[in-house]
């Protein structure tokens, strides 16, 4: 179990980061796709009881619920349940939104046949305090199912380069793409679950440059958006990491139309 505990301060900071920019547009135009491929993995079912963990604007928790499982979408950020409940009420397809800290979840030990996070829990701060929050919420017997960005994949290799660019995390804080590790995330459930897990890559052919991709992260994208914050009154350093950026996906694009992003899916059986 974790010895890392709750920070608000830090919370409520991830909170505006997350509203800032239009992650909204990111989920339409990039990565809807995910979402029904964690759902299919995990094996959700009709009937079934399913929370959907740092859900942003639900693209697993929706796919879920067109299995005809009962969910609910959980997130920090209100803002994207908004925009995610506008997303399947024109669906005409019912889910719960309820505003969650993945490292403090407001439900019930052993609640849910399945609980589920694509892209999301990742992004919580304090790795061992969410994954037990995953493991505490899930059944005995239950499935717990992520999908999170690699190190190594093009989204890992973005916050790599950023990371000169913005302040060191607080202590205790870990770099979301760790979870992309397999060794990492085996250490995180230890021996509460059994896991499998398997790499895939999420093909994008939304830009043309790497410049164009540059732009639209830093119109659309919190963490980008935040980045750039912290650098705004030094020119230089906004002209470098804007040339960072572009050569990134300059390199990903490899003379191609087409990226791919590198995942890893996990999926952990509750002992």
């Known amino acids: 179990?974790?010895?890392?505990?709750?920070?608000?301060?830090?919370a409520a900071k991830h909170?505006?980061?997350?509203?800032?920019?239009?992650y909204p547009a990111i989920a339409t135009d990039l990565v809807a796709s995910l979402g029904p491929i964690l759902v299919s993995a995990t094996g959700i079912g009709s009937g079934e009881h399913v929370l959907d963990?740092?859900?942003g604007t639900g693209s697993a928790s929706i796919a879920a619920a067109l299995t005809g499982a009962s969910v609910i979408a959980s997130d920090l950020t209100p803002e994207l349940l908004v925009a995610g409940q506008a997303v399947a009420d024109g669906l005409g397809v019912e889910v719960l939104w309820r505003e969650a800290n993945a490292?403090?979840?407001?439900?019930?030990?052993?609640?849910?046949d399945a609980v589920v996070s694509c892209i999301g829990v990742m992004f919580a701060p304090h790795?061992?305090?969410?994954?037990?929050?995953?493991?505490?919420?899930c059944k005995p017997g239950g499935r717990i199912g992520v999908l999170s960005w690699t190190p190594e994949g093009f989204i890992g290799q973005m916050f790599a380069t950023m990371k000169p660019y913005v302040p060191a995390p607080p202590p205790?804080?870990?770099?979301?793409?760790?979870w992309g590790n397999e060794d990492h995330v085996r250490t995180l459930f230890g021996d509460r679950a059994d896991i499998t897990s398997r790499r895939d890559a999420l093909a994008v052919t939304h830009f043309a440059t790497g410049a164009a991709l540059r732009d639209y992260f830093k119109t659309n994208y919190g963490p980008t958006i935040m980045a750039y914050r912290?650098?705004?009154?030094?020119?230089a350093r906004v002209a470098a990491l804007d040339a960072d950026l572009a050569e990134l996906g300059d390199r990903a694009l490899a003379g191609s139309s087409t990226m791919h992003w590198e995942y890893l899916l996990v999926l952990a059986l509750k002992r």
């Open 172 to 178: 205790g804080a870990s770099p979301p793409p760790l």
């Open 15 to 22: 909170r505006t980061m997350w509203a800032a920019g239009d």
């Open 53 to 55: 963990v740092a859900a």
């Open 230 to 235: 912290q650098i705004a009154d030094d020119p």
């Open 127 to 137: 790795h061992q305090l969410a994954a037990d929050e995953l493991v505490r919420v």
């Open 1 to 10: 179990m974790s010895t890392e505990t709750l920070d608000p301060a830090l």
């Open 103 to 112: 490292e403090d979840l407001p439900f019930a030990d052993d609640e849910f």
